[in-house]
């Protein structure tokens, strides 16, 4: 238990290095949030992977002068490394701790690391039980979607097999854009991505930045559905669809929300959206490359 909580710890804190990096990236209103969104999937891999192929030229090549020091993930396998950035393991394959007072903190910490993860998984699993319980006699409208009075915002739930759930209030018009948007949801699987970034700050619950990174995480994915709807309906719809999010913004509801995300900035980026023209999608392929490779990539 003291050498896992060592190793969990060690992701722990590589995850909210490269989560860091994203969060200051998101401040580059340039760059699109679907780009943001798929820049996400770093930290979240670094929440669960700590080796990765050695470079000189990466972000932990970098942190390893004053903080740190990569060590061989794979005994047989130099062109691979891991990052300990606690360095107080005096073996690490098998990784052995030292005696007395380190030892017994980590065994403590790891009790109760896995006490803390153990509980909130079970009220995830209770809380998603719950939501189904209460959609179980949703009406059926045909097309995977369905109406409940258990909700006050369409929202998409499940996921294997998600499906659109809608306010018995909701008007034909309404329905049009809630339909493209929820499609649009389930058509990028963020029904998926979300429940992973959740599992991820359950096995992660000590660290504030995970909690952090995934409400940023929800927020773009929000965005980036934003910009999925329009490009597929033209600009012409910007605005029609900009005041049919704005009907539902004192709504609240579980699942993946069409009025979820902040209202206002949602608001103001549909009407800003502007397709991306072929020189600056070719720019944005080369930025993306780029920023795996120095963010996933571990000290040489």
Not at 158 to 168: Q, R, T, V
Request: include cysteine; aromatic fraction near 16%.
């Amino acid at each position: 238990m003291a050498s896992l909580f060592y190793w969990v710890l060690n992701i722990s804190i590589l995850g909210g290095v490269t989560g860091t990096v994203i969060v200051l990236l998101r401040l580059i209103k340039k760059i699109p949030r679907r780009v943001i969104f798929l820049l996400w999937s770093i930290p979240l891999l670094r929440f669960w992977i700590p080796f990765g192929l050695r470079n000189e030229f990466s972000l932990l090549a970098i942190l390893s002068v004053f903080w740190g020091r990569p060590v061989s993930s794979f005994p047989s396998r130099e062109h691979f490394a891991a990052h300990n950035f606690l360095s107080i393991a005096e073996r690490y394959f098998p990784l052995t701790l030292p005696e007395g007072g380190w030892q017994d903190f980590f065994l403590v910490a790891g009790i109760i690391w896995i006490c803390g993860a153990a509980v909130l998984f079970i009220g995830m699993v209770g809380h998603y039980w719950g939501i189904r319980r209460q959609l179980r006699n949703a009406l059926p409208l045909g097309d995977h979607c369905f109406s409940t009075e258990h909700l006050l915002s369409p929202a998409v739930f499940g996921i294997l097999h998600p499906k659109i759930y809608f306010p018995k209030d909701n008007t034909e018009r309404e329905k049009k854009w809630v339909l493209l948007h929820e499609k649009e949801h389930i058509r990028r699987r963020d029904h998926f991505w979300r429940f992973l970034g959740i599992v991820t700050c359950c096995i992660h619950w000590f660290n504030p930045l995970a909690w952090f990174f995934l409400s940023c995480a929800i927020d773009d994915m929000e965005y980036a559905c934003d910009e999925g709807v329009v490009r597929r309906c033209g600009p012409a719809c910007k605005k029609e669809y900009a005041l049919a999010l704005a009907q539902y913004h004192s709504s609240a509801s579980s699942g993946l929300s069409f009025r979820g995300g902040k209202l206002r900035k949602r608001v103001v980026r549909i009407l800003q959206f502007r397709k991306l023209p072929l020189y600056s999608g070719v720019a944005m392929l080369v930025f993306l490359v780029a920023i795996f490779i120095f963010l996933l990539t571990n000290a040489g």
